[in-house]
């Protein structure tokens, strides 16, 4: 167990809707990555926050954003769904930034029927 | 960001020792090499870390030659469990560039 939590485990949904994926940092990383993993494929990085703040950007489309919150919680939002969307998404945190070890949530598998 | 390039997949056998080298021609000075390992439909996670020479932990050891454009993670006597993908990865925190997963290469484990 890492100590990052990811909510929901599983989510099936239907093209054009709207998604959001929670991600909750072990105690005390201020830092929190997304990643997008298609089938069979490697890991995209999508993007950064550390404490509350955008850090580093990825291959993140426009149509998904991402935020931190105060407690540093994370979410990701995902809106007009395509196919091509279903992946699995995962969270990862570490205390600052950098070349610092990610500690890695069990992700959200989001199915686009 | 230093470009990485692996071995898109390898096979052993239990028992034996597997090593799988990266290559990272343009690596920087303040630049780290790590390496993760991913089981399907999990997280990476972390093995090891390395500047210059060598680094040993209770799982892997990592080799990086004097010039530093090239590591190679040796994995002792493996098991059927060590089945996985390995990822290299190269970066530093200078600026606000993320460190970058490549295609990783898949370990196959047999028997």
């Known amino acids: 167990d890492s100590g990052v939590t990811q909510t929901p485990k599983h989510l099936i949904t239907a093209t054009g809707q709207r998604v959001t994926l929670r991600c909750s940092p072990r105690s005390g990383d201020l830092s929190v990555y997304w990643y997008q993993q298609s089938l069979d494929q490697g890991l995209q990085f999508l993007i950064q926050y550390y404490n509350g703040e955008e850090r580093a950007k990825g291959n993140i489309l426009e149509r998904f954003s991402a935020q931190q919150f105060p407690d540093l919680h994370s979410e990701l939002n995902l809106s007009s769904l395509e196919l091509g969307d279903s992946a699995l998404y995962f969270c990862?945190?570490?205390?600052?930034?950098?070349?610092?070890?990610?500690?890695f949530g069990p992700g959200t598998r989001l199915l686009v029927l | 960001l230093a470009k990485t390039t692996q071995p898109i997949s390898m096979d052993s056998y239990e028992g034996q020792e597997v090593n799988i080298t990266c290559s990272h021609n343009n690596i920087a000075t303040n630049d780290y090499i790590t390496w993760y390992q991913q089981f399907p439909s999990q997280g990476p996670r972390f093995i090891i870390q390395?500047?210059?020479t060598k680094v040993t932990n209770e799982v892997a050891s990592l080799f990086i030659p004097a010039d530093r454009k090239s590591s190679t993670l040796s994995l002792p006597r493996v098991s059927l469990s060590d089945t996985a993908v390995y990822y290299c990865?190269?970066?530093?925190?200078?600026?606000?560039?993320?460190?970058?997963f490549g295609s990783g290469t898949r370990l196959q484990v047999q028997p």
């Open positions: 990865l190269v970066g530093s925190d200078t600026g606000r560039r993320a460190l970058t």
């Open positions: 390395g500047y210059k």
């Open positions: 990862a945190s570490s205390p600052r930034t950098g070349v610092e070890t990610q500690y």
